[in-house]
T-cell receptor
Framework: GQNIDQPTEMTATEGAIVQINCTYQ??????LFWYQQHAGEAPTFLSY????GLEEKGRFSSFLSRSKGYSYLLLKELQMKDSASYLC?????????FGKGTRLHILP | DADVTQTPRNRITKTGKRIMLECSQT?????MYWYRQDPGLGLRLIYY???????NKGEISDGYSVSRQAQAKFSLSLESAIPNQTALYFC???????????FGPGTRLLVL
């Protein structure tokens, strides 16, 4: 594949915080996306990082370190509706390459 | 109204049959994509098109063909369907600047 690695599954508790990590090969890197996908539905855009640092958007934040080939998605105040898969996607030249996704389970 | 639509939403076909999946968009984007999604394998790019006269193979184009009939329409064909083409197929569009992908609702295809 294109060497985008993220954990297959994670479990967290309602109201808690969870961090989903993504590592990738840095060659040709031109930006990183996070998408949310509920079972049987289309992926929907969450965030985009092209510069190092943290981007905050409500309960969701995304971090990027270009030199380390590393990003994470931070979800705060977890709700049951956050149960979904979270896809890390890297932009290389004009292509978007998706990781296999992390399935997040939320326990009440 | 949805910005990216796909037809059909579900399809069952037999091995050897030719089928076409259609995608239309009202976002005004030049760039369109076809992906397939399989459990444990994630989204994989089949074909992409940056404008009406531009068609490019993706990661897994064998067994598929595409047609970009207009800026708003991009269709995917399986010339002779086989069972391992059973999957969830997504069409997507993007702008040229950032490349954020906007996905259609998906077509669930079963090849018997």
């Amino acid at each position: 594949g294109q060497n985008i690695d993220q954990p297959t599954e994670m479990t967290a508790t309602e109201g808690a915080i969870v961090q989903i990590n993504c590592t990738y090969q840095t060659s040709g890197f031109n930006g990183l996306f996070w998408y949310q996908q509920h079972a049987g539905e289309a992926p929907t855009f969450l965030s985009y990082n092209v510069l190092d640092g943290l981007e905050e958007k409500g309960r969701f934040s995304s971090f990027l370190s270009r030199s380390k080939g590393y990003s994470y998605l931070l979800l705060k105040e977890l709700q049951m509706k956050d149960s979904a898969s979270y896809l890390c996607a890297v932009k290389r030249d004009d292509k978007i390459i998706f990781g296999k996704g992390t399935r997040l389970h939320i326990l009440p | 109204d949805a910005d990216v639509t796909q037809t059909p939403r579900n399809r069952i076909t037999k091995t050897g049959k030719r089928i076409m999946l259609e995608c239309s968009q009202t976002k005004g984007h030049d760039r369109m994509y076809w992906y397939r999604q399989d459990p444990g394998l994630g989204l994989r790019l089949i074909y992409y098109s940056f404008d009406v006269k531009d068609i490019n193979k993706g990661e897994i184009s064998d067994g598929y063909s595409v047609s970009r009939q207009a800026q708003a329409k991009f269709s995917l064909s399986l010339e002779s369907a086989i069972p391992n083409q059973t999957a969830l197929y997504f069409c997507a569009t993007s702008d040229w600047a950032r490349g954020t992908q906007y996905f259609g609702p998906g077509t669930r295809l079963l090849v018997l």
